[in-house]
């Protein structure tokens, strides 16, 4: 068992988002409460990312959704990887719908990556989120 593996990497991490509403900033997703989250304002493919400051080999990502608005969450792409263009990252998972206040977790099978980021591609979306989990190990030099 390796102890870092059940810990939030991602509190370690640097956040940002491709915008601010009203003052939900980008670090509410990593502060623990569950009455504040990350809005980004109306606009083309929304994102929200953290900079995990190591490479991870990420074993589950968690996302929290706000009580209210829920529909916010619908349509996100949850993407793992070392580039900060959003495309070039692999796909962990796809919130098709997540109800209102609910956690979900997405395998994504020791995916490597810096970044976690969750997207919305489309034009006049708005992308919120309450929490998010980033779990996995250090991608380090193993010995095979």
Aim: glycine letters at 10%.
């Amino acid at each position: 068992v390796v102890p870092c593996q059940n810990k939030n990497a991602a509190l370690w991490g640097k956040p940002s988002q491709s915008s601010t509403y009203a003052g939900s900033e980008p670090e509410f997703a990593l502060d623990g409460l569950l009455n504040s989250w990350t809005h980004t304002n109306q606009q083309t493919n929304p994102w929200w990312r953290v900079d995990l400051l190591k490479v991870y080999r990420v074993n589950r990502v968690t996302i929290t959704n706000r009580p209210s608005n829920a529909d916010r969450i619908n349509g996100a792409v949850i993407r793992i990887g070392n580039f900060l263009d959003i495309y070039s990252n692999t796909i962990c998972g796809v919130i098709s719908t997540l109800a209102a206040g609910a956690t979900a977790t997405f395998s994504c099978g020791g995916m490597v990556g810096r970044y976690m980021v969750v997207h919305i591609p489309g034009n006049q979306k708005i992308l919120s989120l309450v929490e998010a989990g980033v779990y996995g190990t250090l991608a380090g030099n193993l010995l095979l």
